[in-house]
C-alpha cells in the first residue's frame, strides 16, 4: 500500500508542476507570417502548443516511470529485451471467429436499418461544400490541384466525383450516401481489429470471448452515423494497426508490412492531416525496425510498399498536377495553424474541463500502457505490447487535431483514439480481474451470454422501424436522387437561379465568400483555383489568385453573403479585395448576397 502511495503523490506533484510550467513555455511570435488569426492577434507562436503538450504529458509519465522503476524492481522486464519485442510463444487462436460475422451481420442491418430519408434537407453549407464544389470542379474540368486548392486531401474533396460516377447522378443525397458508407467500412474494421487485439491477450478460450465481445461492443460506439468520436477519415489509421497485428508466415516478404508501405502515399491523399499522422507512424516503425528489431524482411518490405506507392502516384498524375499536389500541401501544413488555430487553455488554471480532461486522460492511459509494457504478471504477449505502444503514440498525434483548433468538436475527435484505447485496457483489466479472483468459467459464459443477448436486443429495439430495412432500397433510391432545392432554403433557391441567369455569359464562376457550396449549385468551374476565401492567409496566394482572375475576367462576382457566419476577413485577403475594387464595382445587392460587376 506504501508503494502505491508513494507513486500516486509524486506522479500527482508532477501534474501540478507541469501545469505551472505551462504557461512558462513561450516561443517569441514568429511575425514572419503575416496571417491574420487568432495566433497573430495574440502574438503567439503555434509551436507553443506543442512545446506546452509534450512537457505537460511527459514530466507526470518519466516521474510514474522511474518512481514505478524503483519500486517495483522485482516485478519489471528489462528494458533492452522490451524494446527488442522478440517473438514469444504464440498464443492459442481465437475459436469464436463465427462472432465476426455475427457483428458483421448486425452492422449491415443496422445500416440498413438508417432512416436515410431524414439526411434529406439537412446540409452543412460551409463543411459539405467545401468536399463537393471540388468534386464539381474536377467533372467540369477534369482537373484536381489545377482546378481546386483545398485543404482535407484527394478522397475528402474529390472522392464524391467517382461516387456520382458510379451513381449516374450528382446530388447532395448522393454526397451524404458516399460518406454513410465510409463509416460503415470503419465499423467492420473496428471488428477485425479488435479481434487481432483479443488474440494477443493470455486469457483462456472463454475470458478472451469476453474481452473480445466488450472491446468491440466498446468500439463500435466510438463510429456513429449521427456524432461520430472517431471520423471516418481516419480509416487507414484502422488499417494500419490490423495489418500490424495480423499474423503472417515470413520467409523472404512481408505482405503486410507492403502494404503499411503502400498506405505512406495512400494516406496523403485521402486527408492530408491522416497522412501526416500516419506517415510519422510509419517513420517510427522504420527506425524501430532499423535501430532495435533489425529484422530485414519486414524493413525491405515496408521500404518497397513505400517506395511503389509513391511511384504509382507519380505516375497516375501528369507533372504539373502533381507540383500542385505538393505546393497545396506544404502550405496548408505550413499556415493552417496560423488562420484556423486556437489557443490551447491552461490545464486546470483556464477552467476549461474539457481540455484538462482530455490531457488528464492521456496521461493515465500512458501510465497503464506503462505498466503493461514493462510488469511481468500482465498477460500481453509481445505483440500485443508492441500493438498498445503504437496505438498510444498514435492517440498522441491524432491529439494535435486538438492542440490546432481546441473548440469543444476539435477536442472530442483528437482525444477519441485515446479514450479507445483507454476502454481497451479497462477492458482488459476487468477480465483479468476476473481471472484474478478466479471466476467461475461457467458465470464467465452467462456474461459472454448477456453481453451478446444486450447488444442484439439493442439493435433490434433501437431500430426506429423496421421497415426501413425492408424499404432500405427504395429509401436509399429517394436520397441520391432527392432534388438538391430540398437542401436550399428558398432565399438560396432564388438566388440560384437569378445568378445563374445573370452571369448565362460567364464561362466559369467566381466567389469572394466563405460560401463554398456555390460552385457546386452553380454548376459553372470556379474562375480560380480559389472556391473558399478561409485558408487563403499568405500574400503569396492572394496573388495566385489575382493572376487567374485577370486571366479569366468573369462579368460579375459575388462580393459578400450573409447567408454563413464564416465571414472574410478583407483585412487578411487586403490584395485580393484592392485588386477586385479596383476592377468591379457594386452592381446589385439580391437578398443575403451583394454582386459585383467588372468595370467596362
Known amino acids: 500500500m506504501k508503494k502505491i ?46 512545446l506546452r503538450f509534450i512537457s505537460f504529458i511527459s514530466i507526470p509519465l518519466i516521474t510514474f516511470f522511474i518512481t514505478y522503476k524503483i519500486l517495483y524492481k522485482d516485478r519489471q522486464i528489462n528494458i533492452y529485451h522490451l524494446l527488442k519485442f522478440e517473438n514469444d510463444n504464440e498464443l492459442t487462436k481465437n475459436n469464436f471467429y463465427y462472432l465476426n460475422y455475427f457483428f458483421f451481420i448486425l452492422l449491415i442491418l443496422e445500416f440498413l436499418n438508417l432512416d436515410f430519408k431524414n439526411l434529406i434537407g439537412t446540409i452543412d453549407i460551409v463543411h459539405h461544400g467545401t468536399m463537393i464544389s471540388p468534386a464539381m470542379n474536377l467533372d467540369l474540368t477534369n482537373n484536381f490541384w489545377l482546378s481546386s486548392f483545398i485543404e482535407k486531401g484527394f478522397f475528402a474533396n474529390f472522392g464524391v466525383n467517382y461516387f456520382w460516377k458510379y451513381s449516374e447522378t450528382q446530388t447532395i443525397g448522393s454526397f451524404h450516401l458516399f460518406f454513410l458508407i465510409q463509416i460503415f467500412v470503419c465499423k467492420l474494421l473496428i471488428v477485425i481489429l479488435m479481434y487481432l487485439i483479443s488474440e494477443k491477450i493470455n486469457f483462456d478460450k472463454r475470458k478472451r470471448l469476453l474481452f473480445f465481445i466488450i472491446i468491440t461492443i466498446a468500439g463500435l460506439t466510438f463510429f456513429s452515423y449521427e456524432k461520430p468520436i472517431i471520423l471516418g477519415r481516419f480509416l487507414p489509421i484502422l488499417i494500419f494497426f490490423i495489418l500490424l497485428l495480423k499474423k503472417e508466415d515470413l520467409k523472404f516478404f512481408s505482405f503486410n508490412y507492403f502494404l503499411i508501405g503502400l498506405l505512406s502515399s495512400f494516406s496523403m491523399i485521402w486527408y492530408i492531416d491522416i497522412g501526416a499522422y500516419l506517415n510519422s507512424l510509419i517513420f517510427l516503425l522504420i527506425a524501430y525496425h532499423i535501430i532495435l528489431n533489425r529484422k530485414l524482411t519486414k524493413l525491405y518490405s515496408i521500404l518497397f510498399g513505400l517506395t511503389m506507392g509513391w511511384l504509382m502516384i507519380m505516375s497516375i498524375f501528369s507533372v504539373d498536377e502533381f507540383k500542385e499536389f505538393i505546393f497545396n500541401t506544404i ?24 481540455a484538462t480532461k482530455a490531457l488528464l486522460l492521456i496521461i493515465l492511459t500512458g501510465i497503464i500502457t506503462i505498466i503493461f509494457l514493462f510488469d511481468k504478471k500482465q498477460r500481453i504477449n509481445n505483440n500485443g505490447k508492441f500493438f498498445f505502444l503504437f496505438l498510444y503514440i498514435a492517440s498522441l498525434l491524432v491529439f494535435k487535431y486538438a492542440l490546432s483548433r481546441s473548440d469543444g468538436g476539435h477536442i472530442r475527435t483528437g482525444i477519441g483514439f485515446n479514450t479507445l484505447l483507454f476502454y481497451i485496457q479497462i477492458s482488459f483489466l476487468l477480465v483479468s480481474y476476473f481471472e484474478k479472483i478466479r471466476l467461475n468459467n461457467n458465470i464467465i459464459s452467462t456474461i459472454v451470454f448477456i453481453f451478446l443477448s ?147
Open 5 to 50: 502511495i508513494y507513486l500516486c503523490f509524486f506522479t500527482i506533484f508532477s501534474i501540478i508542476a507541469s501545469t505551472f510550467i505551462w504557461e512558462l513555455i513561450q516561443i517569441p511570435y514568429n511575425g514572419n507570417k503575416n496571417i491574420l488569426g487568432s495566433y497573430s492577434l495574440n502574438q503567439y507562436n503555434p509551436s507553443n502548443e506543442i
Open 331 to 354: 502550405y496548408i501544413f505550413n499556415t493552417s495553424d496560423f488562420y484556423n488555430g486556437l489557443i490551447f487553455p491552461t490545464p486546470f488554471l483556464s477552467g476549461n474541463t474539457r
Open 454 to 600: 444486450l447488444t442484439l436486443i439493442y439493435n433490434i429495439f433501437n431500430f426506429t422501424s423496421k421497415k426501413n430495412i425492408l424499404l432500405a432500397k427504395k429509401n436509399i433510391t429517394k436520397l441520391i436522387y432527392a432534388k438538391d432545392d430540398l437542401y436550399l432554403n428558398e432565399d438560396y433557391i432564388k438566388f440560384i437561379d437569378y445568378y445563374k441567369t445573370l452571369s448565362i455569359n460567364d464561362k466559369c464562376f467566381q466567389n469572394l465568400t466563405n460560401d463554398p457550396l456555390t460552385v457546386y449549385l452553380i454548376k459553372k468551374p470556379s474562375c480560380t483555383q480559389f472556391y473558399f476565401m478561409y485558408f487563403i492567409a499568405e500574400e503569396e496566394l492572394q496573388k495566385k489568385m489575382i493572376n487567374q482572375l485577370k486571366n479569366n475576367k468573369p462579368n460579375y462576382i459575388i462580393y459578400e453573403e450573409n447567408l454563413t457566419n464564416w465571414n472574410v476577413s478583407k483585412q487578411r485577403l487586403k490584395l485580393i479585395f484592392n485588386y477586385v475594387n479596383d476592377n468591379y464595382s457594386f452592381y446589385e445587392k439580391f437578398e443575403k448576397w451583394t454582386i459585383y460587376m467588372i468595370n467596362k
